[in-house]
T-cell receptor
Framework: AQSVTQLGSHVSVSEGALVLLRCNYS??????LFWYVQYPNQGLQLLLK??????LVKGINGFEAEFKKSETSFHLTKPSAHMSDAAEYFC???????????FGPGTRLSVLP | GAGVSQTPSNKVTEKGKYVELRCDPI?????LYWYRQSLGQGPEFLIY????????DSGLPNDRFFAVRPEGSVSTLKIQRTERGDSAVYLC???????????FGPGTRLTVL
C-alpha cells in the first residue's frame, strides 16, 4: 500500500523567503508524484507532476520539486514567496499502473508581510 | 474549455435522508474519481471509474455509499441513510485516462444535521 507524509501541517514564511514544503512517500512500485494547491474556497489545482525522466520538475507559479528516489522524497520549493502563495498544498502519489491514488494530509502555507 | 462541474455546491440534509451528488467531467475524459475531504485533511479516495465500470471502489466507507456512471460521462454519488459523520466536501476529478493528471471540480459541501 502506498502512503504519503507531509512534515509540518502549517508552515509560515516571510514574503520573499524560500518556501520548502516536505513530502515523503512509500510505494512498492515506481510512483508518479504530484503537488496540488488549494486556495481558500477553490478546487484543487495541479502545480506540477513527476512521472518519468528528469527528476527536477518545474511547475506553475515558480514552484519546482525534485524526485529523490533514495530518500523517497518529493519536496516542493520556491525561491521567493509571494503573498498570493498562501494556500493549502497537497502531495499525492499514484502507482504506475494508474491505481492507488493517495493524498498526503496537506501543509498550510502562510506568507507573512 | 469547461472544467469539471459538480452540483449542488452545497447540500444540507437531515440524518437518515438520502442524497445524490452529481459530477460532470471534462468531455472526453474516460477516468472519473470521487474523493471525500474533511476539514483540515487531504482528499480521501472513494472510487474511480474507467468508462462506465467502477475500476476500484475500495475507498467507499460502507454499503450506504454507491456511485454510478451509466453512460461513461456524468457520475452520481449516492449516500443512503446519511449520518452526521458523512459531513464533508465531496470532490470529483476526471482525467484522460488512469494515471494522467486529474482535474478537480469545486466540490459539493455536504452537511448532515
Amino acid at each position: 500500500a502506498q502512503s504519503v507524509t507531509q512534515l509540518g501541517s502549517h508552515v509560515s514564511v516571510s514574503e520573499g523567503a524560500l518556501v520548502l514544503l516536505r513530502c515523503n512517500y512509500s510505494s512498492s512500485v515506481p510512483p508518479y508524484l504530484f503537488w496540488y494547491v488549494q486556495y481558500p474556497n477553490q478546487g484543487l489545482q495541479l502545480l506540477l507532476k513527476y512521472t518519468t525522466g528528469a527528476t527536477l520538475v518545474k511547475g506553475i507559479n515558480g514552484f519546482e520539486a525534485e524526485f529523490k528516489k533514495s530518500e523517497t522524497s518529493f519536496h516542493l520549493t520556491k525561491p521567493s514567496a509571494h503573498m498570493s502563495d498562501a494556500a493549502e498544498y497537497f502531495c499525492a502519489v499514484i502507482d504506475n499502473y494508474g491505481q492507488n491514488f493517495v493524498f498526503g494530509p496537506g501543509t498550510r502555507l502562510s506568507v507573512l508581510p | 474549455g469547461a472544467g469539471v462541474s459538480q452540483t449542488p455546491s452545497n447540500k444540507v440534509t437531515e440524518k437518515g435522508k438520502y442524497v445524490e451528488l452529481r459530477c460532470d467531467p471534462i468531455s472526453g475524459h474516460t477516468a472519473l474519481y470521487w474523493y471525500r475531504q474533511s476539514l483540515g485533511q487531504g482528499p480521501e479516495f472513494l472510487i474511480y471509474f474507467q468508462g462506465t465500470g467502477a475500476a476500484d471502489d475500495s475507498g467507499l466507507p460502507n454499503d450506504r455509499f454507491f456511485a454510478v456512471r451509466p453512460e461513461g460521462s456524468v457520475s452520481t454519488l449516492k449516500i443512503q441513510r446519511t449520518e452526521r459523520g458523512d459531513s464533508a466536501v465531496y470532490l470529483c476529478a476526471s482525467s484522460l485516462s488512469l494515471g494522467n493528471e486529474q482535474f478537480f471540480g469545486p466540490g459539493t459541501r455536504l452537511t448532515v444535521l
